[in-house]
């Protein structure tokens, strides 16, 4: 794929993860957090000079793409207007534990990343990476044709945003596999058959087919 600058909103686990790897694939990335890009000091002089530190605000204007990796609870913090426009990726999960309930996740009247996109209404939104623990993102990665390689799932309503994110996924190695629209995002969202599980292209089908919709309290 060709070379992008990511802006990447959160420094967590996964979000540290990401900017690992597309550095060492070569692209730009503007990484924020919630505590101030100073924090961030010393994350950027591992990553090296492809990599600043900023705000939220300037890391979703700098970035050509944006990765939104976040606790769901502050999703309604993404600022929406350096994102207008823009191909966003969603890593969200809901741990009511963590973020307070949600009724209508509880409910299964809408997903994780439905609600990105309706804060985000002028952004494309496609789930992304958000059912591979942190350090298998750097470790699990196989050439593409490899036996067995390991499939990850995406869901948006726009096909170029499903298409980017197929491309990152292979340039990150793994295959992909389409849940659909955003509407259908749940399949892979947590307790479900395929969350944080390692599947090939066929296991991943199978578990998106079977995943219950709402889950016991």
């Not at 309604?76 to 890593?91: E, H, M, S, W, Y």
Request: glycine share 8%; no cysteine.
């Amino acid at each position: 794929m060709t070379t992008t600058r990511f802006g990447i909103i959160g420094a967590g686990f996964i979000g540290t993860a990401l900017a690992t790897k597309l550095v060492e694939l070569g692209h730009e990335v503007v990484i924020s957090n919630s505590r101030g890009p100073e924090t961030l000091a010393d994350l950027v002089d591992r990553l090296g000079p492809l990599a600043t530190a900023a705000t939220a605000e300037e890391a979703g204007t700098a970035g050509d793409v944006v990765i939104v990796t976040v606790p769901l609870r502050a999703y309604r913090d993404i600022p929406v207007a350096p994102l207008d426009g823009k191909i966003v990726l969603d890593t969200n999960n809901y741990y009511w534990e963590r973020d307070g309930r949600f009724p209508a996740l509880d409910a299964g009247e809408d997903t994780t990343s439905g609600l990105l996109q309706a804060h985000l209404p002028g952004s494309k939104v496609a789930k992304a990476f958000n059912h591979i623990a942190s350090a298998q993102i750097l470790t699990d990665g196989t050439p593409a044709g490899t036996p067995g390689r390991r499939a990850l799932a995406t869901a948006s309503d726009f096909p170029e945003a499903e298409q980017f994110v197929t491309d990152l996924y292979d340039a990150f190695g793994f295959d992909t596999v389409s849940a659909g629209p955003l509407a259908e995002s749940w399949r892979v969202e947590r307790d479900r058959p395929a969350y944080v599980v390692r599947q090939d292209r066929a296991e991943l089908e199978a578990n998106l087919a079977r995943a219950p919709r709402t889950l016991a309290a």
